[in-house]
C-alpha cells in the first residue's frame, strides 16, 4: 500500500513541503491586497510562468475529470499568486453542463462558487480565493480551444489574477500519470514573437501531442493566443494524512485494476482514430503519386503525417504492452501468494 502511494507521488514529482512551516499555505491577505494593486502581469505578459498545485487538489481535480467519462466537467481552483507563481491549494467542482467537445458555465455555477467560498470562510476553511478553472480533455490532450481560450480571456479581463488547467483523464489512466496542462492567454493586442522567444510556450497546444481527427482543426488554430506555464506538485503534512487515509481506502482497487480494461473505450478510440488517419494519408499519397507530386512540398508533409502517425502506433502499442506486462506480474506475484495452489471450496466450506 505504502509502494502504491509512493510510486504515485514519484510518476507525479510530488514534492513535500517542509513539515515544520507548511510554508505554501500561510495565505496572507495583506501581500495577496498587494499584489493586486500593484498588477505587475499587466506589465508583463509572460509575467506568470509556474503552477504548484497541492496534491489534494491534483487528485480532486482528477477524480472529477474522471467521474464525466467522455463529456468535458468543469471546476474552480483556489489559492494565491507568489511572484511569477500560482500557488493552488484546493479545487472543487462545478454544477455546469458539458458535451463532448465544450463546457460553459452558467449563471447556476456563479451562485454555487459564491456560496462555495462563502460558507468555507464560515466554517473556517480556506480564505484563498480562486485564482484559476480547471476543465477535462478526455481523450484528446491538454491544450486550450477557441471557446477555451474566449473563457479564459474574460476571466483574465475582469478575474486576474486567473490561470487555466486542463486534464485529459484518459491518457492520465493509459499513462499512469496525471496528464496536465496549465495557460495563459495574452491580451489582444499582444502578438507574440514568430521566432522561439519562450521555446515552446508560445504556440502552446504543444509539439508532438497527438489529437483525434475530430479535433485536429481546432487544435493549434488558437495557439498564438497562449502559452503554457510550467506544472509542479507539492503535499503538506496534513495532504500525507489525507492521502495515507485514501490510501487505506483503496489500495486493493488500486493494485488489481488493469488500465486495459478500466481505459479499454479510450484504447479502442486510438486505434479508430489511427485508422482513420491513415486511410486519409494513403489517399494523399496516391493523389501525390497519381499527379507526380511526390517530392513537392504536398509530398514531403505526407510524408511528415506517416513519420507522425508511426509514432503515436508505437506509443498505443507501448502502452498496450505496459497494460500487459503489468497485469501478468500481478498475476505472477499475487497467484504465488500462499505458497500453492488456491484451496478447494470444499475445503474452505468445512
Not at 84 to 96: E, H, N, R
Not at 215 to 235: C, R, W
Request: proline share 4%.
Amino acid at each position: 500500500m505504502e509502494v502504491a502511494m509512493k510510486s504515485w507521488e514519484l510518476d507525479n514529482d510530488v514534492k513535500l513541503v517542509d513539515p515544520t512551516r507548511d510554508a505554501l499555505y500561510n495565505y496572507s491577505p495583506a501581500h495577496q491586497k498587494k499584489l493586486n494593486e500593484e498588477k505587475p502581469w499587466r506589465q508583463n505578459p509572460h509575467h506568470f510562468q509556474h503552477v504548484r498545485i497541492s496534491a489534494v487538489a491534483l487528485i480532486k481535480m482528477v477524480m472529477h475529470a474522471r467521474s464525466g467519462g467522455s463529456i468535458e466537467v468543469m471546476g474552480l481552483m483556489q489559492g494565491y499568486v507568489d511572484g511569477d507563481t500560482f500557488v493552488v491549494t484546493d479545487a472543487f467542482g462545478l454544477p455546469v453542463e458539458g458535451t463532448e467537445t465544450r463546457v460553459n458555465a452558467q449563471d447556476d455555477a456563479n451562485e454555487y462558487m459564491i456560496e462555495y467560498l462563502r460558507l468555507s470562510r464560515e466554517q473556517g476553511g480556506r480564505e484563498e480565493n480562486v485564482v484559476g478553472w480547471y476543465h477535462s480533455h478526455p481523450g484528446y490532450g491538454c491544450w486550450l480551444s477557441g471557446i477555451d481560450v474566449g473563457t479564459q480571456q474574460l476571466q483574465q479581463n475582469f478575474n486576474e489574477p486567473f490561470a487555466a488547467v486542463v486534464i485529459d483523464p484518459d491518457r492520465t489512466i493509459s499513462a499512469g500519470r496525471v496528464e496536465i496542462g496549465a495557460f495563459r492567454t495574452f491580451p489582444e493586442s499582444y502578438k507574440p514573437a514568430e521566432s522561439s522567444e519562450s521555446g515552446s510556450r508560445d504556440g502552446a497546444a504543444g509539439s508532438g501531442t497527438s489529437v483525434p481527427m475530430a479535433k485536429a482543426a481546432d487544435f493549434g488554430a488558437h495557439a498564438s493566443k497562449y502559452y503554457s506555464l510550467e506544472v509542479s506538485h507539492f503535499k503538506s503534512t496534513l495532504d500525507t494524512s489525507l492521502l495515507e487515509l485514501l490510501w487505506n481506502k483503496y489500495w486493493v482497487q488500486t493494485l488489481s485494476q488493469s488500465p486495459l480494461f478500466t481505459n479499454r473505450d479510450y484504447g479502442n478510440k486510438q486505434v479508430m482514430d489511427l485508422g482513420s488517419k491513415i486511410r486519409e494519408a494513403t489517399g494523399m499519397l496516391q493523389r501525390n503519386a497519381r499527379g507526380g507530386n511526390m517530392f513537392s512540398q504536398s509530398g514531403k508533409a505526407v510524408d511528415a503525417e506517416l513519420e507522425k502517425m508511426a509514432k503515436e502506433s508505437q506509443a498505443v502499442i507501448g502502452k498496450e504492452v505496459q497494460g500487459l506486462v503489468a497485469t501478468e506480474v500481478k498475476a505472477k506475484i499475487f497467484n504465488g501468494l500462499g505458497g500453492g495452489p488456491p484451496a478447494p471450496a470444499s475445503a474452505l466450506a468445512g
